[in-house]
Nanobody, 126 residues
Framework: QVQLVESGGGLVQAEGQLRLSCSDS????????LSWFRQAPGKERAFVAG????????YYADSEKGRFTITRDNAKNTVYLQKNSQKPGDTAVYYC???????????????????WGQGTQVTVSS
């Protein structure tokens, strides 16, 4: 089981950068595919990016390609989301999620993920 804790959220100006982190204190971090989702007020939780257990393959929502980068450091039990060229539309609560698997398929559906962090608020001002 993982216990995910996000950090790094805050207020950023449009076109600015922000790096979110999600850490796990357990010993099974490498058993999980990890993804970032976000949820804006009044909207459903939406997939942003995912990364397989080794970190060798990533997958992004079409709207985020080229602006966001997901990476993971298995030695530190941490996954990151680097967010560049921020837009006001990126304002949301960002969640880290984990799916335990022996495979390499990254799901974009929130229902596929068993574990979630508490979320971190990102606000982008224009």
């Amino acid at each position: 089981q993982v216990q995910l804790v996000e950090s790094g959220g805050g207020l950023v100006q449009a076109e600015g950068q922000l790096r979110l982190s999600c850490s796990d204190s357990g010993r099974t971090f490498t058993s999980y595919i990890l993804s970032w989702f976000r949820q804006a007020p009044g909207k459903e939780r939406a997939f942003v990016a995912g990364i397989i257990r080794s970190g060798a393959t990533t997958y992004y929502a079409d709207s985020e390609k080229g602006r966001f980068t997901i990476t993971r450091d298995n030695a530190k039990n941490t996954v990151y989301l680097q967010k560049n060229s921020q837009k006001p539309g990126d304002t949301a609560v960002y969640y880290c999620a984990a799916h335990r698997t022996g495979g390499t398929l990254i799901y974009a559906r929130a229902a596929e993920y068993e574990y979630w962090g508490q979320g971190t608020q990102v606000t982008v001002s224009s």
